[in-house]
């Protein structure tokens, strides 16, 4: 662990630029800017602590620099762009405007709506057109006819231009600061849109060959995979096109750990590059091997811009690109210097990568198996080749599942802990299913029938025999635990517990064993607290939905929640996170047309009398009667109700209301 931390010259420039990112995000301007300074302190007392060897005063001048410059870095990349974005579009928005757009991607098909991933290239106003170019997300009416579209067509649209919307609801998914990091700065909505010309110039047509590419590629999979769920994940993990994969479908694999199989990831790619790498090296001759790296680099490269060079994607190419330069040249190399210097490139490129699941997962699963599965593998011996093959492959999917299990905490609410045996029988079939589906998309301009048929069935197969193994783990009793909500402290204490962990693993260190041990009593008490402040809280709330009317009694562990008619998607991403965050146990569903002529319903008690308090609902026709205890504050939200106290003379006098950001109602007590 020591040379690990010493000597990896990468690690020490990731690590420094992380906590100068981590402090731009989570800390104000005056305290981030002291992070170097603490980081020295804390560098000091680990190596007095540790009894660690001093280092010289450049390297950790260096380390500070590098904390300084993450610092910049990210406040230039989140903030600073955030904010000139915001204010070229100021003036054009929630204004019904015309503009100009190009296509960036292939249109996505939903119930609703239309949407298109565009550039915002104008807008005309009063006679004068304005010049922008920002990315936007443009929804269009589901009536509109998109199949001529093509990737870099210019099409005029009327319709208003408006900021992405914050998350309404308590512990809701943050769309708009994803759509940021994404520097995605705009929305908007319309049922105007005229065509106008196709961008052909030359620039434009070499910048969307990989996407026609990845058209050409889809349109021979639906040729040949029939079956719609096989058909649907086989255009996800072979070319990362979004699919409606059946919610049951990837409700299982999500439950059951191995939700990571849907998409083009660093498995997939590594499957690619180990194919391409053979068929080169078995076309070329031995003495001319050196030049195969190049072949090899251009159509892995070609592959990862056409799944869209995803943040595992980029990761497995950088690795492989150096791992495969090492071996061609014949230079001595360090994996672990490999894996940090493409998480260092990643950040330089975008620091905003860092918040994303799938860079945190992927190098996380990664780090798992470079540190932890060795050591757990040389424990045990085998003589037979077979129990040896299963051993390995347990002890590493044990040591990517223990690596990832804090950020599937943490973003998923949810363990799997049948995940590690889910993903034993169904990873085999997987690499299968890869090595075939790459061979088809190879062979694919070849007009070979008869084998792309054959190839086409056999996938069918294989798809549905690992849909089936899916779905019986996910049948399978307390196979995973969901609707647990933990802390950014708590996430943080889990992290150091893992990271000591590993540390003792390796030093065999016993001041390790006192630091884990104070950790987890440290998370117990911390996790006790917000678990008991969570249970005695009681309150209303009303959820901010847009098609809905939805609105609950929060009581101990029990929601009463009242509503109209709810779907799963709406359920799922508004509802399901406040019950995550209160950690609720039952859920009690009630229509509004019935449930509010007897409020005992409501609390499931029989003496409330103290307060009356009267709800006029949006239509004012009718008058809604509820009776509390004793009500501490009340949190109006705009244009819901009008809300009427009785007083001593049996007369009804307005309540006091105020609003608020969230635009929710919420009555504590």
Not at 153 to 171: F, K, Q, S
Not at 185 to 207: M, P, R
Not at 334 to 344: A, E, G, I, R
Request: aromatic letters at 18%.
């Amino acid at each position: 662990m020591k040379h690990l931390l010493t000597d990896k010259f990468f690690l020490k420039l990731s690590l420094a630029l992380l906590i100068g990112i981590i402090s731009c995000e989570f800390l104000p301007i005056y305290l981030g800017l002291s992070i170097p300074i603490v980081t020295l302190f804390s560098i000091y007392l680990i190596q007095y602590f540790f009894r660690i060897q001093n280092r010289s005063w450049r390297s950790i001048a260096l380390f500070s620099t590098l904390i300084f410059f993450g610092f910049g870095l990210h406040y230039y990349n989140f903030y600073f762009i955030k904010e000139k974005s915001e204010k070229q579009l100021y003036q054009i928005i929630n204004k019904e405007t015309t503009y100009l757009v190009r296509i960036e991607e292939k249109p996505e098909i939903r119930e609703t709506s239309i949407k298109l991933k565009v550039t915002l290239l104008g807008v005309y106003e009063h006679q004068k057109k304005y010049l922008y170019s920002q990315k936007m997300i443009l929804y269009l009416d589901p009536t509109i006819q998109v199949d001529s579209m093509n990737y870099g067509d210019l099409y005029r649209v009327y319709g208003a231009i408006n900021y992405p919307t914050p998350p309404l609801n308590p512990n809701e998914f943050d769309y708009k600061k994803w759509l940021t990091r994404n520097h995605i700065f705009a929305t908007g909505y319309s049922n105007q849109i005229e065509y106008l010309k196709d961008n052909k110039s030359t620039l434009s047509a070499i910048k969307y060959i990989p996407l026609k590419a990845r058209d050409f590629f889809e349109k021979r999979i639906e040729k040949y995979v029939k079956d719609k769920n096989s058909l649907d994940i086989a255009k996800s993990i072979l070319i990362g096109v979004k699919t409606n994969i059946d919610p049951e479908i990837y409700d299982a694999y999500a439950a059951t750990g191995t939700v990571h199989i849907l998409s083009v990831s660093g498995i997939h790619f590594a499957i690619f590059f180990l194919l391409i790498s053979k068929l080169i090296d078995f076309l070329m001759p031995k003495k001319y091997n050196t030049y195969g790296f190049f072949p090899k680099q251009f159509f892995s490269f070609f592959y990862a811009l056409i799944t869209g060079f995803n943040p595992p994607v980029f990761r497995s190419f950088l690795m492989l690109f150096f791992l495969d330069l090492q071996k061609t040249t014949k230079s001595p190399q360090s994996s672990y210097n490999v894996l940090f210097l493409s998480s260092f490139i990643i950040l330089i490129y975008d620091s905003n990568q860092l918040f994303n699941v799938g860079f945190l997962l992927s190098y996380a699963a990664l780090l798992g198996l470079m540190i932890i599965q060795p050591r757990i593998e040389q424990k045990i011996e085998f003589k037979n080749t077979i129990s040896r093959y299963t051993w390995t492959i347990l002890t590493g999917l044990f040591s990517a599942w223990l690596f990832t299990m804090p950020f599937t905490l943490f973003f998923f609410n949810k363990v799997s802990f049948l995940g590690m045996l889910s993903n034993f029988f169904v990873i085999p079939i997987a690499q299968i299913i890869l090595n075939l589906g790459f061979a088809f998309l190879i062979l694919s301009p070849i007009p070979i029938e008869i084998i792309h048929k054959w190839i086409g069935n056999v996938l069918n197969g294989l798809l549905w025999v690992q849909n089936e193994i899916i779905l019986f783990f996910e049948q399978i009793p307390l196979s995973f635990f969901d609707k647990i909500y933990i802390t950014e402290i708590e996430f943080f204490l889990i992290l150091c517990i893992l990271f000591f962990f590993c540390y003792f693993l390796i030093q065999k260190n016993k001041q390790s064993i006192y630091i884990i041990g104070i950790l987890i009593i440290t998370f117990t008490l911390v996790n006790t607290f917000k678990s008991v402040k969570k249970t005695e809280e009681t309150h209303w709330i009303l959820f901010n939905l847009r098609k809905f009317t939805a609105f609950g009694f929060k009581k101990s562990k029990n929601l009463y929640l009242f509503t109209d008619s709810l779907d799963s998607k709406t359920y799922d991403f508004s509802v399901q996170p406040y019950i995550n965050l209160y950690q609720i146990d039952s859920v009690y569903q009630y229509s509004l047309k019935s449930s509010f002529r007897n409020q005992k319903m409501l609390f499931g008690i029989d003496s409330i009398q103290k307060a009356e308090y009267f709800v006029c609902s949006k239509e004012n026709k009718s008058i809604w009667k509820y009776n509390f205890n004793r009500t501490n504050n009340i949190i109006f939200a705009k244009n819901m109700g009008t809300y009427y106290q009785k007083n001593n003379k049996n007369k009804y006098n307005p309540i006091h209301v105020q609003s608020d950001t969230s635009n929710a109602l919420m009555i504590k007590r």
